[in-house]
């Protein structure tokens, strides 16, 4: 059969059919349908390449034209294909389109990352200068506070030296007596009557310097030793010297010196100065002896060795003899 | 498709083709060979540049053989058959090179993302050692 013939009788064969059922199908042209439908539907493709999918969509009007005009046309193939391959690009160049955009993308997250890394890094380092700063503050003002404290302890060192000067001049103002358990100042008795453990008025000046001195230092202690002469009951002198001492120790109070730190002793008869046969040696005997420490250590009372601190009153030592007993036994 | 039934529809599309050149002497929508060929080989010398070799082998292998043929027919006068051919190869350069150019484009984008992952993780790592052990 010559290829003209089959051909016509497939062609009225293929007429006939189109009376009952749809048109013959071409292969490619479904194809190209197909191919066009995804994109079409696609929306990234519709975004990212608008002209390259208008262009498939072109081709497959063109191709789907033809065939409706004339199915068996060779160029329905040809244009269908073409179609089918312009989806293809169309998709392709979608893709290229989301590359391009994600690249962009990273750079940007990376300029932004980077950017608050070093903003993150600059903070940390203000911070850390900060600290570092406040530490050095902080170093800086413990050693001035150091410095001051040093100073300070300089200065308390040196009017320590100028008290000391001080204290020397007024003890020796008061006549005191250097001794063993530190200055002696004698008040003598003509500042009190016989038997009596009031102070007199004559007393006033004297215990004024003493107290200037005693404010003046007052990490140093005193002593307050009272003494009678050998009028009366022993016991009785004991007592009453006890009270004069004791009259001191609240004058000196009274003077702003702190009671605490006065110690007081009273011995009484003993250790007299003077002969007490005569009245002006009686009177002599008649005396307070505020001891004035070289420090704070407790002073020891006469006649006890080795005894220091505490109450300084115990056991009754040397009595003093009619004789007058004048050397002082220290410790 | 059969080669016969084409070039049996091919001739006298051709002759009418022609014709219609002759008359009209204006564009139609077969453009001619020569501007076609032209069309063709750009396509394929850009899909080349685009590194279609590496990427897209099938459709670049697939332009250049419609291509060659494109240009066999258009020597033995078949100006019809070279345009189509011509025309096939130019879509499938076309194809070759936009594939070639995406697969690049998907490999720098993946490369750059996992690099900013390394870089989040290395400034997450620098910033939590420095910050907490003040």
């Given at each position: 059969?010559?290829?003209?013939?089959?051909?016509?009788?497939?062609a009225m064969?293929g007429t006939?059919?189109?009376c009952?059922?749809?048109?013959?199908?071409?292969?490619?042209?479904?194809?190209a349908?197909?191919?066009?439908?995804?994109?079409?539907s696609?929306?990234?493709?519709a975004?990212?390449a608008?002209?390259e999918?208008?262009?498939?969509?072109?081709?497959?009007r063109e191709a789907?034209q033809?065939w409706?005009?004339?199915?068996?046309d060779?160029?329905?193939?040809?244009l269908?294909?073409?179609?089918?391959?312009?989806?293809?690009?169309a998709?392709?160049i979608?893709?290229?389109?989301a590359?391009?955009?994600?690249?962009e993308?990273a750079?940007r997250?990376r300029?932004r990352l980077?950017?608050?890394?070093?903003?993150?890094e600059?903070e940390q380092?203000r911070?850390q200068?900060a600290?570092?700063?406040?530490?050095?503050e902080?170093?800086?003002r413990?050693?001035?506070?150091?410095r001051e404290?040093?100073?300070v302890?300089e200065?308390l060192?040196l009017?320590a030296?100028?008290?000391?000067a001080?204290m020397q001049?007024r003890?020796q103002e008061?006549?005191a007596q250097e001794t063993?358990?530190?200055f002696?100042v004698?008040?003598?008795g003509?500042l009190?009557?016989?038997g009596e453990?009031?102070?007199?008025?004559g007393?006033?000046?004297r215990l004024e310097?003493?107290?200037?001195?005693?404010?003046?230092?007052?990490?140093?202690?005193?002593?307050v030793e009272?003494?009678t002469?050998?009028?009366?009951?022993?016991t009785?002198?004991?007592?009453?010297?006890?009270?004069?001492?004791?009259?001191?120790?609240?004058?000196?109070?009274?003077?702003g010196?702190?009671?605490g730190r006065?110690?007081?002793?009273?011995?009484?008869?003993?250790f007299?100065?003077a002969s007490?046969?005569?009245?002006?040696?009686?009177?002599?005997?008649r005396?307070?002896e505020i001891?004035?420490a070289s420090d704070?250590?407790?002073i020891p009372?006469r006649?006890?060795?080795?005894?220091a601190?505490?109450?300084?009153?115990?056991?009754r030592g040397?009595?003093?003899?009619g004789?007058?007993q004048?050397?002082?036994?220290?410790r | 498709?059969?080669t016969?039934?084409?070039a049996?529809s091919?001739?006298?599309c051709?002759?009418v083709a022609?014709?219609?050149l002759?008359v009209?002497?204006?564009?139609?929508t077969?453009p001619?060979a020569?501007?076609?060929?032209a069309l063709?080989?750009a396509?394929?010398?850009?899909a080349q540049s685009?590194?279609?070799?590496?990427y897209?082998?099938l459709?670049?292998?697939?332009a250049?053989?419609?291509?060659?043929?494109?240009n066999a027919?258009?020597v033995n006068?078949?100006?019809?058959?070279?345009t189509r051919?011509?025309?096939?190869?130019?879509v499938?350069?076309?194809l070759?090179?936009?594939k070639?150019?995406n697969?690049?484009?998907?490999?720098?984008a993946?490369t750059?993302?996992s690099?900013?992952?390394?870089?989040?993780q290395e400034i997450?790592?620098?910033?939590?050692?420095?910050g907490?052990?003040?």
């Amino acid at each position: 059969m010559k290829p003209s013939v089959m051909s016509a009788a497939i062609a009225m064969i293929g007429t006939l059919g189109a009376c009952a059922t749809a048109p013959e199908k071409n292969a490619s042209l479904e194809q190209a349908r197909l191919a066009v439908d995804q994109v079409q539907s696609n929306a990234q493709v519709a975004q990212n390449a608008p002209v390259e999918l208008a262009r498939a969509r072109e081709a497959l009007r063109e191709a789907e034209q033809v065939w409706r005009n004339s199915p068996q046309d060779a160029r329905v193939d040809h244009l269908a294909y073409l179609a089918e391959r312009r989806a293809a690009i169309a998709q392709e160049i979608a893709g290229i389109k989301a590359a391009e955009q994600a690249i962009e993308q990273a750079s940007r997250d990376r300029d932004r990352l980077l950017l608050q890394a070093r903003t993150r890094e600059a903070e940390q380092a203000r911070e850390q200068l900060a600290t570092s700063e406040s530490e050095v503050e902080r170093a800086r003002r413990a050693t001035q506070a150091a410095r001051e404290q040093a100073h300070v302890q300089e200065q308390l060192a040196l009017s320590a030296e100028e008290r000391n000067a001080r204290m020397q001049q007024r003890l020796q103002e008061l006549q005191a007596q250097e001794t063993e358990r530190g200055f002696s100042v004698l008040l003598s008795g003509v500042l009190f009557e016989s038997g009596e453990a009031t102070l007199k008025a004559g007393a006033d000046r004297r215990l004024e310097q003493l107290a200037a001195v005693l404010r003046e230092n007052p990490d140093h202690v005193a002593l307050v030793e009272g003494f009678t002469d050998s009028t009366g009951d022993e016991t009785y002198n004991e007592d009453l010297s006890e009270q004069r001492a004791q009259a001191v120790r609240e004058a000196l109070a009274s003077l702003g010196v702190d009671p605490g730190r006065i110690q007081v002793q009273g011995y009484g008869e003993a250790f007299p100065v003077a002969s007490n046969r005569t009245p002006a040696g009686r009177q002599l005997n008649r005396r307070v002896e505020i001891i004035v420490a070289s420090d704070s250590a407790n002073i020891p009372p006469r006649g006890f060795v080795g005894r220091a601190g505490g109450e300084p009153r115990g056991e009754r030592g040397m009595r003093g003899s009619g004789s007058g007993q004048e050397q002082e036994t220290p410790r | 498709m059969e080669t016969k039934t084409f070039a049996f529809s091919y001739r006298s599309c051709a002759v009418v083709a022609a014709a219609f050149l002759a008359v009209a002497g204006c564009a139609t929508t077969t453009p001619p060979a020569p501007a076609q060929l032209a069309l063709a080989n750009a396509a394929v010398n850009d899909a080349q540049s685009a590194g279609a070799g590496e990427y897209a082998a099938l459709e670049l292998r697939a332009a250049q053989n419609k291509l060659s043929w494109a240009n066999a027919a258009q020597v033995n006068n078949n100006a019809v058959q070279a345009t189509r051919l011509a025309e096939a190869a130019e879509v499938d350069a076309r194809l070759a090179e936009a594939k070639a150019r995406n697969a690049k484009a998907q490999q720098i984008a993946g490369t750059l993302q996992s690099n900013l992952q390394t870089l989040q993780q290395e400034i997450e790592r620098s910033s939590s050692s420095t910050g907490g052990s003040r």
